[in-house]
């Protein structure tokens, strides 16, 4: 069992920057599992953002957001992290961390992904 906690959202002028961070707890080792970042705006389906397998040396990013978003991990923290630059108003969405265990490639799909957080709210404003 895996817990997720997201942190780090928060309001901020487009253009602007933000780290999302996500502190994964329980009995389990952290550098079993691929990790990755979803977003769901109002209205909307729970969309892939990110994701990255369990060394770090494999990463994914939604067409939407490449260039600008930079997701990593820190194994010995149990942490992953997702470097947000040049925000839009259209990024503006709840986040969520998601987990599951993995190999040396990464999940894209929300089915996965078997552990999820409570999400953190990213609000660009224009």
């Known amino acids: 069992q895996v817990q997720l906690v997201e942190s780090g959202g928060g309001l901020v002028q487009a253009g602007g920057s933000l780290r999302l961070s996500c502190a994964a707890s329980?009995?389990?080792?952290?550098?079993?599992?691929?990790m990755g970042w979803f977003r769901q705006a109002p209205g909307k389906e729970r969309e892939f953002v990110a994701a990255i397998n369990w060394s770090g040396t494999r990463t994914g990013y939604a067409d939407s957001v490449k260039g600008r978003f930079t997701i990593s991990r820190d194994n010995a923290k149990n942490t992953v992290y997702l470097q947000m630059n040049s925000l839009k108003p259209e990024d503006t969405a709840v986040y969520y961390c998601?987990?599951?265990?993995?190999?040396?490639?990464?999940?894209?799909?929300?089915?996965?992904?078997?552990?999820w957080g409570q999400g953190t709210q990213v609000t660009v404003s224009s």
């Open positions: 998601a987990a599951n265990i993995g190999g040396s490639y990464y999940y894209t799909r929300v089915d996965e992904f078997r552990y």
């Open positions: 329980g009995r389990t080792s952290f550098s079993s599992y691929v």
